[in-house]
């Protein structure tokens, strides 16, 4: 909401934080859909400039719908738009036209190994990975502000049910806790998780 707000240094802060942080899903999700690395890299910011060109940001409204299902949809209008100019480049003559065996081409590409997921399930996974991300990262900077830095860096294998090399009881001897001490700080921490997400 801030970054498709007027042009003051909250709605740029802003803007650059959307950018920096899901700039990967979305050129996974182009990536997913064939293109080359460097073309990927050249679709994924030139969506990127087009979005803040057009300021398409200031027409976003939660009550409309999530804002991933919005960015999806505008990466694939874009994807589809550039893949229409550069098709209507080809077709204007000034590109030499060369014979291509399509049929052998389809039979090669049937002996290539398939991977199940789609270009929208990869960009949703490396949303909810980036999201996941973002919230972890908050956290430990709440932590680090508060002091608790080391206090993290021991709880944070127990974060989100994930398995720890150390149990409680060894955390709780590192810190010179009682083990119901840890049990309860890391109660917290996955509290603060969860508040992020």
Not at 129 to 146: F, G
Not at 170 to 193: M, N, P, T
Request: contains cysteine; aromatic residues 10%.
């Amino acid at each position: 909401m801030a970054a498709g707000r007027d042009r003051s240094p909250n709605a740029a802060a802003a803007l650059e934080q959307l950018c920096a942080a899901y700039w990967f899903p979305l050129y996974a999700f182009v990536r997913r859909q064939g293109f080359s690395p460097e073309q990927a890299a050249d679709l994924t910011q030139g969506f990127f400039a087009e979005l803040l060109r057009r300021e398409d940001l200031r027409g976003v409204d939660p009550g409309r719908g999530r804002f991933r299902a919005f960015l999806l949809a505008a990466i694939k209008n874009f994807v589809a738009n550039q893949v229409d100019q550069q098709n209507a480049k080809k077709r204007g003559g000034d590109v030499q036209t060369l014979s291509m065996d399509f049929a052998q081409a389809d039979r090669r590409l049937h002996l290539e190994p398939s991977h199940e997921q789609t270009p929208e399930t990869v960009f949703l996974r490396q949303w909810a990975l980036t999201l996941l991300d973002q919230a972890r990262d908050a956290v430990r900077a709440e932590y680090t502000r508060t002091g608790k830095e080391q206090l993290y860096d021991k709880l944070q294998g127990f974060l989100a049910g994930e398995q720890s090399d150390e149990s409680y009881r060894e955390v709780a001897a590192a810190l010179g806790k009682s083990e119901g001490a840890i049990k309860v700080a890391v109660h917290r921490l996955r509290r603060q998780f969860h508040d992020q997400i």
